[in-house]
Protein backbone atom coordinates (compact mmCIF):
# COMPACT_ATOMS: atom_id res chain seq x y z
CA UNK A 1 0.00 0.00 0.00
CA UNK A 2 1.28 3.49 -1.06
CA UNK A 3 1.56 5.82 1.96
CA UNK A 4 2.99 9.95 1.46
CA UNK A 5 3.59 11.50 4.79
CA UNK A 6 4.23 15.28 5.01
CA UNK A 7 6.46 16.45 7.44
CA UNK A 8 7.39 19.40 9.00
CA UNK A 9 7.02 22.74 10.98
CA UNK A 10 3.46 23.72 10.79
CA UNK A 11 3.82 27.21 12.20
CA UNK A 12 6.13 30.00 9.67
CA UNK A 13 6.99 34.10 10.42
CA UNK A 14 6.48 36.14 7.61
CA UNK A 15 9.61 36.44 5.65
CA UNK A 16 11.00 32.81 7.14
CA UNK A 17 11.06 29.80 5.34
CA UNK A 18 9.16 26.60 5.25
CA UNK A 19 11.00 22.79 4.78
CA UNK A 20 8.85 20.17 3.81
CA UNK A 21 9.22 16.88 3.73
CA UNK A 22 7.16 13.63 1.92
CA UNK A 23 8.44 10.33 2.67
CA UNK A 24 7.09 7.72 0.05
CA UNK A 25 6.46 3.74 1.37
CA UNK A 26 5.16 1.06 -0.22
CA UNK A 27 7.12 2.12 -3.61
CA UNK A 28 9.99 2.78 -4.89
CA UNK A 29 9.69 6.68 -6.02
CA UNK A 30 12.30 6.03 -8.94
CA UNK A 31 11.62 7.44 -12.48
CA UNK A 32 8.32 8.83 -11.03
CA UNK A 33 7.34 12.58 -10.80
CA UNK A 34 6.39 14.14 -7.59
CA UNK A 35 4.80 17.23 -7.03
CA UNK A 36 4.19 19.58 -4.23
CA UNK A 37 0.20 21.40 -3.67
CA UNK A 38 -1.36 23.18 -2.03
CA UNK A 39 -4.87 24.56 -0.93
CA UNK A 40 -5.74 26.98 1.17
CA UNK A 41 -9.47 28.04 2.87
CA UNK A 42 -12.19 28.44 0.43
CA UNK A 43 -9.48 27.82 -2.46
CA UNK A 44 -8.95 25.07 -5.18
CA UNK A 45 -5.57 23.02 -4.89
CA UNK A 46 -3.39 24.96 -6.00
CA UNK A 47 -0.03 23.45 -8.10
CA UNK A 48 3.25 24.68 -6.60
CA UNK A 49 5.96 22.77 -8.03
CA UNK A 50 6.89 19.44 -9.37
CA UNK A 51 9.74 16.99 -10.27
CA UNK A 52 10.24 14.82 -13.26
CA UNK A 53 11.28 11.00 -12.42
CA UNK A 54 12.89 10.75 -15.91
CA UNK A 55 15.47 13.83 -15.47
CA UNK A 56 14.82 15.96 -12.38
CA UNK A 57 13.57 18.41 -14.36
CA UNK A 58 11.86 20.93 -12.19
CA UNK A 59 8.48 22.92 -12.33
CA UNK A 60 6.95 25.78 -10.27
CA UNK A 61 3.54 27.36 -9.90
CA UNK A 62 3.94 31.15 -10.92
CA UNK A 63 3.05 32.36 -7.02
CA UNK A 64 6.10 30.74 -5.48
CA UNK A 65 8.56 30.98 -8.37
CA UNK A 66 11.94 32.10 -7.52
CA UNK A 67 10.98 31.09 -3.92
CA UNK A 68 10.27 27.99 -3.89
CA UNK A 69 13.12 24.75 -4.54
CA UNK A 70 11.88 21.47 -4.92
CA UNK A 71 14.67 18.13 -4.28
CA UNK A 72 14.01 14.51 -4.22
CA UNK A 73 16.11 11.72 -2.72
CA UNK A 74 15.26 8.62 -4.87
CA UNK A 75 17.18 6.73 -2.24
CA UNK A 76 15.36 7.93 0.60
CA UNK A 77 12.38 7.91 -0.77
CA UNK A 78 11.74 11.51 -0.03
CA UNK A 79 10.67 14.66 -2.16
CA UNK A 80 11.50 18.14 -0.38
CA UNK A 81 10.26 21.74 -0.52
CA UNK A 82 12.07 24.69 0.78
CA UNK A 83 10.35 28.45 0.69
CA UNK A 84 11.87 31.69 1.59
CA UNK A 85 9.91 34.49 2.26
CA UNK A 86 6.88 33.39 3.39
CA UNK A 87 3.78 35.40 2.93
CA UNK A 88 0.20 35.34 4.62
CA UNK A 89 -1.01 34.11 1.08
CA UNK A 90 1.45 31.03 1.64
CA UNK A 91 -0.67 29.52 4.51
CA UNK A 92 -2.29 26.31 3.42
CA UNK A 93 -2.35 22.87 3.48
CA UNK A 94 0.37 21.58 1.95
CA UNK A 95 -0.04 18.02 0.03
CA UNK A 96 2.64 15.84 -1.66
CA UNK A 97 1.82 13.47 -4.96
CA UNK A 98 3.14 10.59 -6.54
CA UNK A 99 2.40 9.67 -10.14
CA UNK A 100 2.80 6.48 -11.36
CA UNK A 101 5.07 7.33 -14.57
CA UNK A 102 7.63 9.92 -15.41
CA UNK A 103 7.38 12.48 -18.24
CA UNK A 104 6.11 16.26 -18.51
CA UNK A 105 2.62 15.34 -19.57
CA UNK A 106 0.33 16.85 -16.74
CA UNK A 107 2.94 17.36 -14.37
CA UNK A 108 1.15 20.37 -12.96
CA UNK A 109 -1.98 19.32 -12.87
CA UNK A 110 -3.86 17.40 -9.84
CA UNK A 111 -4.87 14.63 -12.66
CA UNK A 112 -1.13 13.77 -13.27
CA UNK A 113 -1.02 12.35 -9.61
CA UNK A 114 -2.58 8.93 -8.63
CA UNK A 115 -1.40 9.05 -4.62
CA UNK A 116 -1.69 11.99 -2.62
CA UNK A 117 -0.71 12.51 1.36
CA UNK A 118 -2.77 13.72 3.94
CA UNK A 119 -1.31 17.38 3.51
CA UNK A 120 0.68 19.29 6.74
CA UNK A 121 -1.24 22.97 7.70
CA UNK A 122 1.22 25.89 7.22
CA UNK A 123 0.34 28.73 8.93
CA UNK A 124 2.15 32.13 8.65
CA UNK A 125 1.84 34.32 11.59
CA UNK A 126 3.58 37.46 12.07
Known amino acids: QVQLVETGRGLVLAGGSLNLSCKAS????????MGWFREAPGKGREFVGATNGLNDFRWYGDSVKGRATISRDDAANTLYLQMNNMQFDDTAAYYC???????????????????WGLGTQVTVSS
Open 26 to 33: GVTIRKYN
Open 97 to 115: ALADYGGSYEIDRIGGYTY
